[in-house]
């Protein structure tokens, strides 16, 4: 197995404390359509609990992120059958591996963010790895409600990429 560089996962752990949600100024919440198809391959949802107790406190693989929000940040967030798979066979710290990392956060090679249409928005990041983030969730980890709106612009504000529109 090849062994994944200390700052490499911690960068993995970094990429999704900073959620794909941002404050709106409206009144009138959406609800995200009942029928919409996912567009992407990340549609489900890792073990976080045992994903985050390994990776922050029994491997200790971040210096920033706490258990409370490596739980928060990967409830909000959508993985690939394939990193549903890694995470649920792994033992130990020896298990965040080459396999895990690219099952889990595929590379990509522009940075930005894109709405899939199915609530949910895939980020690639500065460390060149794929994130997708549930919109609803990462905004409920923020205390907020998602207003249903997923893009560059929500009720006269603007972003230079796509993003979850989250208010309250």
């Given at each position: 197995m090849v062994k994944l560089s200390r700052?490499?996962?911690?960068?993995?752990g970094i990429g999704l404390v900073s959620l794909a949600c941002s404050s709106g100024s409206g009144d009138t919440p959406k609800s995200?359509?009942?029928?919409?198809?996912?567009?992407n391959a990340a549609t489900e949802?890792?073990?976080?609990?045992?994903?985050?107790?390994?990776?922050?406190?029994e491997c200790k693989l971040s210096d920033t992120l706490t258990l409370p929000e490596c739980v928060s940040s990967y409830r909000a967030s959508r993985f690939s059958a394939a990193c549903v798979g890694e995470v649920a066979a792994m033992a130990g710290c020896g298990?965040?591996?080459?396999?895990?990392?690219?099952?889990?956060?595929?590379?990509?090679?522009?940075?930005?963010?894109?709405?899939?249409?199915?609530?949910?928005v895939t980020q690639c990041r500065e460390n060149?790895?794929?994130?997708?983030?549930?919109?609803?969730?990462s905004c409920v980890a923020r205390s907020q409600i998602w207003t249903g709106e997923c893009g560059v612009a929500f009720e006269g504000q603007t972003s230079s990429e796509d993003k979850c529109w989250c208010k309250g």
């Open positions: 700052s490499l996962v911690g960068m993995v995200a359509p009942a029928d919409a198809a996912p567009a949802q890792i073990d976080y609990e045992k994903f985050c107790k390994l990776f922050v406190t298990d965040f591996d080459g396999a895990f990392l690219n099952a889990c956060f595929p590379s990509c090679s522009v940075p930005g963010a894109v709405c899939n249409g199915d609530g949910t060149k790895r794929e994130y997708t983030v549930d919109c609803q969730r």
